[in-house]
């Protein structure tokens, strides 16, 4: 876990890109997009979903999240209690900021084809928090957790040692 601010810098950088790729790819396949997108959309796409994710992370929902998870009443001497009510917050913050940008795509990009708004949005919330949150808590946290600890955490401490 990080503890300093540069740590969370890197740890955040790391979890929102690999969720964005994951997420990306899952919203494609879904929407029946994987082949119809030239290479260079798709990279846009993800590069676009990627600075919004971060920033989001960055400065909005990670702190609110973080705010959240820590107020609510458990004991917090236990890490994976710490971890789970932090993804938990994370997630469904990220899952309602995202679904609201892929909204702002859809339409922008093809209409909502005839689909009330508010109706498209809950679809694209629901859709994607039923990927999301199996996928940080699963495969991407731990995945994340551990490449943070070897890379991140391991340079600082040799750096510290050297």
Do not use: H
Request: aromatic letters at 16%; glycine letters at 8%; hydrophobic letters at 55%.
């Amino acid at each position: 876990m990080p503890t300093t601010k540069k740590e969370d810098f890197y740890f955040g950088m790391m979890m929102c890109f690999g969720m964005v790729v994951v997420m990306t790819f899952y919203n494609l396949i879904r929407n029946g997009l994987i082949g119809t997108i030239p290479l260079q959309g798709l990279l846009m796409q993800f590069v676009l979903g990627f600075i919004t994710a971060f920033l989001l992370e960055l400065f909005i929902v990670g702190p609110v999240a973080k705010k959240i998870a820590l107020s609510l009443p458990y004991d917090k001497s236990k890490k994976v209690f710490v971890i789970l009510s932090i993804s938990f917050c994370m997630v469904i913050g990220m899952v309602l900021c995202m679904s609201l940008y892929g909204l702002v795509t859809a339409y922008f990009s093809n209409g909502l084809a005839g689909k009330p708004l508010l109706e498209t949005y809950f679809s694209f919330v629901f859709n994607n928090f039923i990927f999301a949150f199996p996928l940080q808590l699963i495969i991407m946290g731990p995945l994340v957790r551990f490449l943070f600890s070897k890379f991140v955490k391991c340079k600082k401490m040799t750096e510290s040692f050297g």
